[in-house]
């Protein structure tokens, strides 16, 4: 629907990334711009470099084309870039895939160093980097860092969402790529579904152009930010201090990390029967291991179901530890 | 979305195809039905079996997993079915994919005889057979022929629309075949788009359930038959006895044959230019052929703006003869 294309490239340029409609692509949700990108990416038996823990959706889309992974651990800024460089090397990978910003599952942020750093690696090596984006306006501080691809231009493919800003209800996404990738990628979308719904198309559009776009996204960013801090605050109040979580800067969940001989998914079955449930953190580890994490979301529950949840979670892990 | 997924097996089971919520899996459009189908079946050069002609974007599909063609010709009751038995056990097929009801591109509906025989031929040869369904609701007899489906069971997978009978805009369809198939289809969507809209499932739920879908469709049904007898009285009027057309008994098109002589791709730009507009079929042959011949859609177009196309189409035929 071009006039939703426009305004997608608009937005890109003002914030950065200087982009035309023959940068953009409307895909169904995020998913289908990852799937896109493995198709067109990988053989069976290619490397994709990913951080440990990452996206499980994307290793889901990355399996189907049989993919295998570099893993790079992470710290409180993001991928550990010091050990980019020799994994790219050993593995030449296909692709580099990032979740840059509150990253799904962690909710950890790369810092701009290494933003930087990254581009500079994937250039020298000319692999293009995957940035899955769908929680960057979720930001709690007040300025956004500037994007992966502001900084990689065509070495880099952005896939954003409306999911987390609008409504996952409406399955609509966008990739900002280089215009032969995304002319490419037309053509295999025509052949998969012909295209995204106009019709969600235009309801997003009609939500963009009447200006509700972005007092929305300050909304949720104030509401998020109130519920992180209430379970952050929970966390401490309640949990051992053997347990470990991250605190981001933005985006829908936080990450914990048990003692090392707990597994968060053996506990899964009994927190479910006491009523409160997170996503045990294994499944996110592309090569094995993470077996005493978990991801947990803040953005959904009211603050007394957070307070509620934090304290029965606690009491569990205390019990077995 | 169970509901509708509820009411879809429903429907099908009071049409003659005994289904549950197990055999449906909604679809961005039936595309992404055919896609997914290609997507199971075809290995690089295995060969489909299609009418000839058929539907571009099935074969567009098809084409994307490197498939070759078997091509059956048809007469005025489909596929020519004597043709059918010899071809499988020379190229092996790995699918029978036909649009046995007003079939895109030429109208032509299969008899009930071919019905039966293509399914006892499929059975017999152990070879699925895609019956791509999008029009079969809009059929301009008191009554709808037996589907295919419902004579072959398991061995026939359903590819559903509502393009056709609610909105194209809204792109859903839905597929009716094996659960096995349908539960392996359900995983391979959730890696290639997690679902379908759920806003856009929503509006087609309570359209339905508010009992607006049959009167909808019956209203196109006479509006639809209207503008088809008018086509054909035009054509009648306006074009010379050496071409040839059918007389649909149902859906959106009708096909032209033109004197063998003649291309209907190089009259194109001149009709554009005359401002009357035609598919012509050569894409629509899977191997090649059909120089002559076009498509007419009846069901777009106004009284008068048929009058006038035929009027100006046959003038120009008449001109190139």
């Known amino acids: 629907m071009p006039p939703l294309v426009e305004i997608l490239a608009r937005r890109a340029s003002e914030r950065g990334t200087p982009s035309t409609s023959q940068n953009i692509l409307v895909t169904n949700g995020a998913q289908q711009g990852i799937e896109l990108i493995a198709r067109a990416f990988i053989d069976p038996g290619d490397y ?21 992974y570099v893993t790079v651990d992470m710290d409180k800024d993001g991928i550990l870039i010091d050990q980019v460089e020799e994994k ?16 799904n599952p962690t ?6 160093e290494r933003r930087r750093a990254l581009v500079d690696l994937a250039i020298q090596y000319d692999i293009p980097i995957v940035d899955d984006n769908p929680y960057g306006d979720v930001h709690f501080t007040p300025n956004r ?13 952005a896939v954003r969402s409306f999911s987390k800003i609008i409504s996952p209800g409406l399955r609509l996404g966008w990739i900002n790529g280089p215009k032969e990738i995304v002319a490419q990628f037309e053509k295999v979308k025509q052949c998969a579904d012909l295209h995204s719904s106009t019709f969600c ?3 997003i559009y009609e939500f963009i152009r009447h200006g509700y776009l972005d007092p929305h996204i300050e909304k949720i960013r104030t509401d998020y930010r109130a519920k992180r801090d ?41 927190a479910v029967e006491r009523k409160v449930a997170y996503v045990y953190g294994s499944p996110f580890f592309a090569n094995g291991g993470g ?22 979670l606690g009491q569990l892990v205390k019990e077995h530890m």
Chains 1, 2 share one sequence.
Request: proline share 6%; glycine share 6%.
């Open 145 to 157: 860092l500037p994007t992966i691809k502001s900084y990689g231009g065509d070495a880099v493919i």
């Open 230 to 270: 209430r379970m952050l605050r929970a966390l401490e109040a309640r949990f051992p201090t053997e347990v470990k979580w991250t605190k981001p800067e933005g985006g829908l969940f936080l990450w914990l990390e048990l003692p090392s001989h707990m597994s968060a998914k053996e506990l899964f079955p009994i």
């Open 88 to 103: 790219i090397r050993r593995h030449k990978p296909k692709l580099i895939y990032t979740v840059s910003n509150f990253q």
């Open 107 to 112: 909710g950890i942020t790369m810092s701009v």
């Open 201 to 203: 198309q235009y309801v």
């Open 291 to 312: 077996e005493n994490t978990m991801r947990l979301n803040f953005s959904c529950a009211t603050m007394a179901e957070i307070d509620e949840g934090i304290m029965r």
């Open 48 to 68: 994709v470099l990913v951080e440990n823990p990452t996206y499980l959706g994307a290793l889901q889309a990355f399996n189907y084309y049989q993919a295998k």
